[in-house]
């Protein structure tokens, strides 16, 4: 029983990882790299371009985060704070 | 999660690789044969002849032609055949309909006396390469996203290959022969990091080609939502459009030779060694007209050389080396993945290259199936569907998409020339090629003799490349034994790598029947002899 309940629960886990990489993942890539776009000393076009080449790498990265961090729910939070305040950081920058 | 940075990587490369591996089997082929386009065009149809006519010539009847036809157009292209992805002189202008409205036209022509090139219709090599990023049958944005999706989990996968492999260089030196579930990881490691900056540079600037549909809001962050705020970025980004505007007060031009020639002067000046192969003459016969001349690519940093001057007088109007800003590292990245400056050497560099990621991404599919497979076969109630399903896959896609391709080849030739929807029924027949193969991997795998089915499947494919000089010698007159008397190097080759896939697929059937086939023959010929004995 124990290993049929450890199962179910190491399913229930990897759904979970998968539904932060994929969903928190894409949203905190496009909150990091327009935060990017906007801080980045090039002009316009130029730090536009430069911060789209670079989302993959940001979105590579996060993927591989959230599949080794030992502990789901924290994984889960960290991004969370991330998101948050990149999308914080965003919105004062746009509209200030 | 499982424990360990290490393991939950391997987790991760095991299940994000099978998930995806029969689509980036498909990229991965479709576009490697797409570094030989134009040569795959050019044995499509065959009815074009080789071009001879030298650029003056070239020039001389663009300018006739346009200045027939193309008194109206807004704005004039000429192609050169100077290069091997423009066979022919090819122009496209405006011309004025029956109701006044201007319409676009594109046509190819024999530069040497002004007529109009036509052949068989066919997808040619064009329609192969662009399966690799738009696929076929689905809506186009779809189709965009889809390969996005996968092209984001192979670079996941080499990611997380590349941390899995803790000694990536001893292993790379390594190969167990013979032994199962080990001689298949080894060569699906050998095939990944022998060509690897290969790999992740054709992920990485595949997702780099589509950025801006792939994460339009970076750009929609400073320009805004909707198609107007999109386009209006590509203006300023891309630099589109006329670089200034029509005075409306006619005037003479020069004859395109005469401006070429002064181009020429102009990059001589500029010790500029590269070839203007491409004119965009904007608003033709006005005060105002310029005539713009895009260069060759002689290296993956060159791209973006603009050179204009006055149609007109001939005067310089602005010379721009190469693309400026990030616009020059953004054309970097798309230049090493079209491979546009590759020559012929390099080219086949690209080529092998790509062959190598169809053969890593084949050797793990394979390697999943026979890590799992004597579990499989030792379950009580008969193979798992998911097993069934997934080596039935594995087997289809593997052998069924070159096989596919040979089909490709074959209806070109075997469809009637003047049969309306060739084009479109080349296409299908590649498709339904491959479902076929599909479903007899399927067949057989659920009745636990995949082995067969790889055995008898890569005869089929080696046949079918086999018959495409055949056929072709049958069909035309620009056979193999033809083409090598004219040395006509495209057709030639074309036929003869045919022959050599062949070859490659007959010599695998071979390997499959010696090491998987002979010893179920003989266990079960053995069985019977103990069987008869009792």
Redesign the interface.
Known sequence: MDHVFSSIRANKDVIFRVFIAVALGYSITMSLSILLSLLLPLNQVDAIAASSMLSFAIFTGFVMFVFSAKSTKRVFLHSLIVLVLSAAFNFLFVTV | ?KSG?RQ??A??HTWTGILVSWLLYFIFVTGTLGYFDSEIDAWMAPELPQNTASVSASLNTANTHLNTYGRDAKEWRIYLPLVRSEPHLWLRYQQKNADGKLKNISKTLNGENGEELTHRKTGGGQALYRMHYRLHYLPKQFAYYLVGVFT?FM??GL??GI?VHKKIFKEFFTFRRNKGASSWLDGHNLMSVVSLPFHLMIT?SG??MF??T??P???N???GFGEENKQH?FD??YQRGAPNSPSGIAANQLPLNTLYQKAEAVLENHNDSRRAIAIRVFHPHDLNSLAVFSLEQQSPSDDGAKLILHATTGELYSYIPVYQ???H??SI?LELHEGMFATLPVRWLYFFAGLTGCVMIASGMVLWTTKRRKKALANPDGLPFSFKLTEGLNIGTVVGLPAAIAVYFLANRLIAVDFAHRAEWEMHSFFITWCCFIGYGCWYSARKLAAVAWYRLWLSAGFLFALVPIVNALTTHRGLINSIKHNDVVFAAFDFINLVAAISCFAIALLVKKHRLSPIAHKLQHTRQKEAAV
């Open positions: 999660m940075f939950s990587m987790w991760l984001v670079l996941l990611v997380t941390v990485y997702l780099i950025m801006f792939y994460v809001f970076v750009m962050a400073s320009y970025f300023d980004y800003g990030t616009r590292v953004h990245f």
